[in-house]
């Protein structure tokens, strides 16, 4: 059985490539979060985005409290695929925490303190209201990802 922590780090076929393109690409909810995000300004939590993940590039990532922050827009509604990808990442010891993209362009500071209650552990158990996705813990690890 591949270990979890390796097949979620493993760099998939195109995945950089992908990423470096929504980069270039990004939302308008994106570029504004990214700005509250970047060089650790959230409370000293470091993020990058649009990062490759297993088979996903996740918008942000502290990898630090394995957190991924997803925006959403209008075509994320009732998403199997987002099911499918929020379990994936969940099993592989990342939390998922989604915001539709008109709450981070209207209430960005309710949404910044959710991201802190999550990185600060305020926030542990799944909670379909604050689309919050808990990750399993990966047994045998320890946060630093020695064995």
């Not at 308008?28 to 996903?56: D, I, S």
């Amino acid at each position: 059985m591949q270990n979890p922590k390796t097949a979620a780090s493993k760099r998939w076929r195109g995945a950089t490539t992908k990423a470096r393109t929504l980069r270039q690409n990004e939302t308008e909810a994106e570029y504004r979060l990214w700005g509250e995000l970047r060089n650790r300004l959230l409370n000293g939590h470091k993020f990058a985005r649009q990062v490759p993940l297993g088979p996903y590039v996740a918008d942000f990532v502290c990898r630090e409290k394995r957190l991924v922050v997803e925006l959403d827009g209008s075509q994320h509604a009732e998403s199997n695929h987002d099911t499918t990808r929020t379990r994936w990442l969940n099993d592989h010891g990342y939390s998922v925490l989604r915001f539709w993209n008109h709450e981070v362009l209207e209430e960005r500071r309710a949404v910044l303190d959710t991201i802190l209650a999550a990185l600060d552990g305020r926030i542990f158990a799944r909670d379909d209201v604050l689309r919050f996705s808990p990750g399993c813990p990966l047994r045998g690890f320890d946060e630093v990802g020695g064995g």
